[in-house]
């Protein structure tokens, strides 16, 4: 059994092919309260996604185009969710890809469906503390028919409701719209944009919402401006906030790590790394591999120390064709696809326009609010306490934040230059 709801990391999926129709009233917030939907999982399935995730997480920030502040901030377990969505609508060599795109070589199409399942149930939560909740929609051109199978299948194991639009009607693109909203709770105003392309077919939309209190709050009156130094050299006065407490602490000759609990259980954590004198992020990222993730993530002892972290709000957006082809699915992009496990209407082949994700990061002394939207669209053709740690992230950092228990990559992020809210 799990549940659905609005969340705050947003992922939208669109495939885009040919339809009109008429157009449904928007989706209310109550349309998304929690339901349970019976579906076959073992409770630690989700465990199958522990190093995919991470592994996913490592090659969009490697690859990923930072934006004009030099920042990369990604979902990789929005994406996952979305591709593992579209893949039950793909078959032979375009699902094969796919799967290599999103890191779970060797996992069958029911396996990866039953993983998303106990993912979602292991991870949802919703209290003052801690909110991580998932919503999942299907926007269908009403000139096209969903496959049952597939209709079926995305409805009891990723709490899929399908509704019909008319492409013609610019409504729909606000109803769409105003769906992110919600499961974004407000973060990201928008996914799709007017006018539609006649050759849409659908959306596949993943939405994930995160909000939490850090365990131990920064203290607001301690929060001062300082140097930041960016990677060219450059000084920015940013505030800085500024943490006393026992906290695991990892220290390396090439950089230092320390993790920041939130909630009362800390169950999910925001890890920050910070490449020492000599070493530049590019350096670090080319060192996280599978065979180190494991050996540091055995090695951060409890320790008392002084963090110092900016204080920063930013939105990011990246379309993550050329990222997923690299990754190996290529041919899902092209007049190859073999898509046709997604509509009753085969005459005109599918194939993925577009994979957009936009993100919403903010920090603050009391905890973080991030949230992320991914789109594809597709169209048709035709240990003992040590001595206490000095950590200051005053220069380009890593972030990660990830469930301990499943080792889940919720989020990852290259912060080049903390950009400050308005």
Not at 84 to 96: C, E, F, I, K, Y
Not at 111 to 120: C, E, K
Request: proline share 4%; hydrophobic share 40%; aromatic share 10%.
């Amino acid at each position: 059994m799990y549940k659905k709801a609005v969340l705050a990391v947003a992922v939208s999926a669109a495939v885009v092919l040919s339809a009109c129709g008429t157009v449904r009233a928007p989706v209310k917030k109550e349309d998304l309260e929690p339901e349970k939907i019976a579906v076959s999982f073992g409770e630690d399935d989700y465990l199958k996604f522990s190093e995919p995730t991470n592994e996913l997480g490592a090659q969009l920030v490697t690859k990923a185009k930072p934006d004009d502040d030099g920042n990369v901030f990604v979902s990789p377990v929005s994406l996952i969710m979305a591709l593992s969505m579209l893949q039950n609508g793909a078959d032979g060599q375009t699902r094969d890809e796919i799967k290599d795109a999103m890191q779970v070589m060797g996992m069958d199409t029911e396996s990866i469906n039953r993983a998303n399942a106990s993912l979602l149930d292991h991870l949802q939560r919703s209290d003052e503390e801690l909110t991580f909740m998932t919503a999942n929609s299907i926007w269908m051109n009403d000139a096209y028919t969903l496959r049952e199978e597939f209709k079926q299948i995305t409805r009891d194991y990723y709490l899929a409701e399908a509704q019909n639009m008319d492409i013609t009607d610019p409504k729909s693109v606000d109803i769409m719209n105003e769906w992110v909203q919600l499961a974004t709770n407000g973060k990201i105003d928008e996914i799709v944009q007017a006018p539609l392309d006649d050759s849409l077919v659908m959306f596949l939309l993943n939405a994930v919402y995160f909000k939490a209190s850090w365990s131990y709050p920064f203290n607001e009156n301690a929060t001062e401006d300082d140097d930041f130094k960016s990677s060219d050299g450059n000084l920015k006065k940013v505030p800085f906030m500024q943490l006393n407490e026992e906290l695991p602490y990892l220290e390396t000759d090439q950089f230092q790590a320390v993790s920041l609990p939130y909630g009362d259980e800390g169950k999910m954590t925001m890890d920050i790394y910070v490449p020492k004198v000599g070493q530049n992020l590019d350096d670090f990222l080319s060192s996280w591999t599978t065979e180190n993730r494991t050996n540091w993530k055995g090695s951060f002892e409890t320790r008392l120390g002084t963090v110092r972290l900016p204080k920063f709000q930013l939105d990011y957006e990246i379309q993550l064709n050329d990222v997923l082809q690299e990754l190996g699915m290529q041919q899902a992009f092209g007049e190859g696809a073999e898509l046709s496990k997604l509509v009753v209407e085969d005459e005109d082949p599918l194939f993925v326009s577009k994979v957009l994700q936009k993100t919403y990061l903010s920090v603050d002394e009391k905890g973080t609010e991030a949230a992320a939207v991914t789109s594809i669209a597709m169209d048709t053709v035709s240990a003992p306490m040590g001595e206490p740690f000095q950590f200051t992230a005053d220069k380009p950092f890593f972030i990660t934040i990830r469930d301990k228990e499943a080792d889940v990559l919720l989020f990852a992020g290259k912060i080049a230059n903390p950009v400050q809210g308005d």
